[in-house]
């Protein structure tokens, strides 16, 4: 019986009109509060989705999911390896490589860089390097040719195109009559790859021929290892230790997340961090949720010691500030929830525009890797987010509503 007249006393006293107008607008305020926070932190949320979305597409376009490696450095007899790991159903595509340290120098101008070999036709299996190739292709590495293909950057900082040469120094050196002298050797590019990966792929790597890098780090018939791809790459990890207990010990096994794990382990503790700030904005709000039901209870007081005169109980005086309260959150939520929605699917055409209305650019990819704002709606985060800000609504409830449950009647119309 309670609970209807309660609803029917909550929405009355919500819709009624008030002698302090100031109680409407802080009402009005805790409701636009709520909604704003929970649309900014749908939004906020969506972005860093799509950044880290967007930013694992690029680097595990390039990056395999596991290598394995000699532990000198060198791996022996990889054929054999190669062919019993192929037969494994977990991994999609293998590819042996060879990788050092080298020096490129073109004209005045010297940059380090990490050379890898590797086989053309098995790399396009492993990776989307050779859909990265802004000019020249993979398929120009050919055997004692001796080509390398430069990331954009490297390229523009060498000042060199494809068909122009380039000296590798490498930290082997050789013993002539003139004394020991560094190994180097004259490539020609013939291929230049914009991955917009990160993690300096595009300045500081560089490709050649599996069997010009042998030669070229004196590694005869061996290689450095195998690149290794699976059919779920979250699940390297497991994949990893699986190998580990296959493989002999003099055999090294590492995946992604040993290379740029610890990046996006801090973008999922920034997105956790925003979220609790931004959180913020709501917890604000309910205070002034909390403000504005104490005001109504002290100008209804009289109202509800009338009530309580014709029969109401406490706990029916309780369910209907509590709905009244929680009517101004669900609506906040609501529309917070719309907006926000609206707003994460839409966010990348909104910023274009205003790029090009206020002639800006927000976003560099020198900086932020992308040159545009990403998004990816989540609704396991807008579930979290909903059910977070009607919790908070309805804890800003239960004090005022207490409050005015504990009324007695002839205290309240003593002065009426």
Not at 19 to 41: D, P, Y
Not at 92 to 118: C, E, K, M, R, Y
Not at 320 to 332: K, P, R, Y
Not at 369 to 385: A, G, Q, T
Request: charged share 15%.
């Amino acid at each position: 019986m309670f609970r209807p007249l309660s609803i029917f006393m909550g929405l009355r006293y919500l819709r009624a009109k008030r002698r302090n107008h100031f109680i409407s607008f802080i009402s009005m305020t805790s409701m636009i509060g709520i909604a704003l926070g929970v649309l900014v932190l749908i939004t906020v949320l969506s972005v860093m989705n799509g950044f880290d979305r967007e930013i694992k597409t690029r680097v595990f376009s390039v990056i395999p999911a596991l290598t394995v490696t000699g532990i000198d450095g060198k791996m022996q007899n990889w054929q054999s390896l190669e062919k019993t790991l192929s037969e494994n159903q977990t991994i999609t595509s293998i590819a042996p490589f060879v990788s050092g340290q080298a020096l490129l120098a073109n004209a005045n101008f010297v940059h380090p860089v990490s050379v890898v070999g590797i086989l053309p036709q098995q790399e396009k299996k492993m990776s989307e390097l050779n859909a990265k190739m802004i000019e020249g292709s993979l398929d120009a590495l050919l055997p004692g040719k001796f080509g390398i293909a430069l990331g954009e950057d490297l390229a523009s900082q060498l000042a060199v195109g494809v068909g122009d040469k380039i000296a590798v120094f490498t930290s082997q050196f050789s013993v002539s009559i003139a004394g020991i002298i560094p190994r180097i050797k004259l490539f020609t590019v013939v291929g230049i790859f914009r991955t917009n990966a990160g993690f300096h792929v595009d300045s500081d790597l560089a490709f050649i021929q599996l069997q010009d890098a042998q030669r070229l780090f004196q590694m005869e018939n061996n290689v450095t290892g195998l690149h290794i791809n699976i059919h779920n790459i979250y699940q390297a990890p497991i994949f990893e230790n699986e190998l580990i207990r296959a493989l002999p010990p003099a055999i090294r096994v590492s995946n992604w997340t040993d290379q740029v794990g610890t990046y996006f382990q801090a973008v999922n503790m920034e997105k956790h961090m925003m979220f609790l700030i931004l959180m913020l904005i709501i917890i604000v709000a309910v205070f002034n949720l909390v403000s504005t039901l104490v005001m109504v209870v002290n100008e209804k007081e009289a109202d509800i010691a009338i009530l309580r005169t014709f029969g109401a109980t406490p706990r029916m005086i309780l369910m209907t500030f509590i709905f009244q309260g929680g009517v101004i959150g669900v609506i906040g939520t609501l529309l917070g929830v719309i907006g926000g929605v609206a707003l994460a699917l839409h966010v990348t055409e909104v910023v274009n525009w205003l790029q090009a209305v206020l002639h800006v650019q927000f976003l560099s990819s020198s900086v932020y890797i992308l040159d545009y704002l990403p998004s990816e709606l989540l609704w396991s985060d807008v579930l979290v987010i909903v059910s977070c800000a009607l919790l908070f609504s309805l804890l800003a409830t239960l004090y005022p509503a207490f409050r005015a449950s504990k009324t007695e009647p002839v205290e309240a119309l003593r002065y009426e």
